[in-house]
């Protein structure tokens, strides 16, 4: 048994120290820069640290409103409002969501993905920069939980490489990274592969959302795709494509709820990447720094967010971050400006029968049942005081060997628990509540049989997973990633925001942002109304394609102003963030 | 889990008991599922648990001084991912019985500790039975099956 207690904490608590130390970023690196070299901006006692306030440099402006105005960013975006554009768009979404993509089995949606890259979206073979078999080159991450990691990248080349002036951290140069999770939490595990795919199915607004799996199995107006997996446009896929602005317009209108794993969390966003990656390349979008262009691993479940620590080299027993690959900048698709994140903590505990088991001993299921029990009534810190921030739990999963044949004695069972806040204090306050209860739960089932604690005839416990999702609270705003994510919305008047969103997220963008690279979240789907996410009736409806494409003007013009970018006109939008990423540990 | 058990749940329903006689030792089982709106861990804290209630219906079984041996759990499971509340929850038992009236004693202490376990997990994150959640149904629903445990 693993004390679970104390050694955690203290590498989570150094490596929230270490980030907001800064990382290295000077090894390895050329002379004479040929474009701007702003470093990444550190935090500067000088300016505001509410996360409010910050000031947009006017160079960050005037790059804005060049590359929105830009012809040749103008030609993809009218490309991409032609109804055969959102039509593709809407197929390409509905082809690949139809995919079953478990967390850490993505490998199925991964390889759609990369054969979509070469064959469909203009790449060649070099600029896809992910394999087949999880392993990615440059990165000294390659296993995570000893699993493979299935990203899927494609890369926008830049022009800064070929200068040889140009800097690099070990050989790598500078990129930026837009990001969208390609796993979805159901199913829970992959299907065989005779029957790979999820169901889509279709409900009109009139009926009730369903109550239960089985209603939901029950329901036989789907969609259907023919044997190379595209979508067969027949009179179900034709009530599906109905574009609403929101539900009531939907349930006025004869829409229907389109139930299927993954609707909106969060293929409709990620798929949508993939086609913002497509456009660069036909309409030969040239950045200065490169970018990437990743369907990621690992975000959902037990996936601990293995994808962005295969990208940004974060090694979770040490807590820190390499960012083997120079990323300098990292666009989430998955929210609404987040750029606080929760940390959070995972425990997979096993509860095993006594070594020499019979009839008349303590029972696994029962101690297993104990704890969930106890930790249910646990009072998150929020939950008991006013001032504390929102802290939450749950026992997700609960799973039990099944007994040998002709036996009835449960060999084990396992719990999986996850909790959340905002800050490393209350996050390890509910955990000093909880991680009491998976030993409380064993000891009152061994008591209940007076066998003695660790004798060969009581119930044993055993942690066989840890899962970290690391913390990272804003304390200055002034980064290149918020005054891209901000001047975007502000420039193309897709959002009228001026200050940061101040509320906390989970999500892929807490890896980077741990190690020190600024981050900010869009997103790049339309969807008229939806719900029940990550539970087994999530269900969505098409929203405005309009809305697609503005978005997708927004995301491509936070990117290249953080990139850098070879407007039409021939003049040269430098990048605004400089060409080394922070880190919090060197490169192995 | 749940299609599985769907599944195979009208095949073993005709395996029940009903053709023992009152007076002879009585063995069965039962499932006992329970039912909720699931959701984020995070984004959705605050809804009821499938799980949860699950757990806290077996320690109501066990409070409801059965003689030992009387009843076997087999199986405790649900849920779906970490990082999501349970919208489903399963106990499957293994009874024993003297005879026919204390079997369907056990099955009523069983059906009692499913719905004290339902009502407290429903009181303790303030719902109650009508109460909807987008759209879905906030409260935790049971169902005890004699005759349909898997295991």
């Known amino acids: ?588 | 889990m749940n299609t599985q058990f769907l599944k195979k749940a009208a095949c073993l329903a005709a395996l029940t008991l009903a053709g023992l006689s009152a007076h002879a030792q009585q063995t069965g089982t039962v499932a006992v599922e329970f039912q909720g709106p699931g959701g984020h861990s995070s984004g959705n804290y605050g809804r009821t648990s499938a799980l949860h209630a699950a757990g806290r219906a077996v320690i109501f079984l066990q409070q409801a001084n059965l003689p030992r041996g009387s009843y076997t759990i087999t199986n405790v499971t649900g849920g779906n991912s970490v990082n999501s509340i349970a919208s489903d929850g399963l106990i499957e038992l293994q009874l024993t019985a003297a005879d026919a009236t204390a079997y369907a004693d056990v099955v009523s202490k069983i059906t009692a500790a499913a719905k004290a376990g339902a009502d407290a997990e429903n009181a303790f994150r303030g719902v109650k039975a009508g109460d909807t959640t987008a759209g879905a149904p906030a409260h935790i629903r049971y169902t005890v099956n004699p005759g349909l445990a898997l295991r």
């Open chain 1, 1 to 588: 048994m693993i004390d679970i207690n104390n050694w955690r904490l203290s590498v989570i608590t150094a490596a929230l120290f270490l980030a907001a130390c800064g990382g290295s970023n000077d090894t390895q690196v050329a002379t004479t820069p040929p474009v701007s070299e702003k470093p990444t901006p550190s935090p500067d006692p000088s300016t505001p640290t509410d996360p409010n306030k910050f000031v947009i440099p006017p160079e960050v402006v005037a790059a804005a409103a060049k590359i929105d105005g830009d012809a040749q960013i103008k030609a993809l975006l009218a490309d991409q409002s032609s109804a055969t554009a959102a039509k593709s768009r809407w197929n390409q979404f509905l082809e690949l969501v139809k995919i079953a993509s478990p967390s850490r089995s993505e490998l199925r949606m991964a390889a759609e993905i990369h054969q979509r890259m070469t064959n469909e979206w203009g790449f060649s073979p070099t600029e896809v920069k992910t394999r087949a078999d999880g392993i990615m080159y440059g990165t000294d991450v390659n296993v995570v939980d000893g699993l493979p990691v299935y990203n899927a990248c494609v890369e926008i080349k830049g022009s800064y490489s070929s200068s040889a002036a140009a800097k690099h951290y070990n050989g790598q140069f500078p990129k930026v990274l837009v990001e969208g999770h390609i796993d979805v939490v159901n199913p829970e595990s992959l299907p065989p592969a005779g029957d790979p795919f999820n169901k889509i199915r279709l409900q009109p607004f009139s009926q009730p959302v369903v109550e239960t799996p089985a209603q939901l199995a029950a329901i036989n107006d789907v969609l259907r795709f023919d044997a190379t997996g595209r979508v067969i446009e027949d009179t179900n896929y034709g009530i599906a494509s109905k574009v609403f602005a929101n539900e009531a317009a939907a349930k006025d209108g004869g829409g229907v709820r389109v139930y299927v794993p993954g609707y909106g969390d969060m293929m409709s966003s990620t798929s949508n990447a993939f086609v913002l990656a497509a456009a660069m390349k036909k309409f030969k979008i040239r950045p200065v720094y490169d970018v990437w262009i990743c369907g990621t691993a690992g975000e959902e479940g037990k996936g601990n967010l293995a994808g962005m620590k295969q990208l940004f080299g974060f090694e979770q027993d040490l807590g820190t971050g390499s960012n083997p690959l120079n990323f300098v900048s990292s666009m989430g698709l998955e929210g609404g400006g987040t750029v606080n994140f929760l940390g959070s903590y995972r425990f997979e505990m096993k509860f095993k029968a006594p070594v020499t088991p019979g009839s008349g001993d303590p029972s696994a299921p029962e101690a297993m049942a104990a704890a969930i029990a106890k930790i249910a009534d646990v009072k998150t810190p929020s939950e008991l005081r006013k001032d504390a921030p929102r802290t939450t739990y749950t026992v997700g999963r609960a799973s039990c060997e099944a007994p040998a044949a002709g036996s009835g004695v449960v060999p084990s069972c396992s719990l999986e628990v996850d909790m959340r806040s905002p800050i490393t204090e209350t996050l390890n306050e509910v955990r000093a509540s909880i991680v009491p209860q998976f030993q409380a739960g064993l000891v009152a089932e061994n008591a209940r049989y007076n066998r003695t604690e660790g004798s060969a005839q009581a119930l044993s416990m055993e942690q066989v997973w840890y899962g970290l999702r690391p913390a990272f609270v804003l304390t200055q705003p002034n980064t290149p990633a918020i005054h891209a994510g901000i001047q975007s919305g502000l420039t193309t008047g897709t959002d009228t925001r001026t200050t940061v969103n101040t509320s906390s997220g989970s999500l892929n963008d807490n890896v980077p942002a741990n190690t020190g690279v600024p981050t900010y979240n869009f997103t790049l789907a339309s969807n008229a109304a939806g719900a029940g996410g990550h539970a087994f009736w999530e269900w969505g409806t098409r929203g405005a394609p309009e809305l697609e494409v503005q978005r997708m003007r927004r995301v491509l013009t936070a990117t290249l102003i953080q990139s850098g970018y070879h407007a039409a006109d021939g003049t040269i939008v430098q990048p605004s963030v400089g060409p080394i990423g922070n880190r919090t540990r060197e490169v192995r």
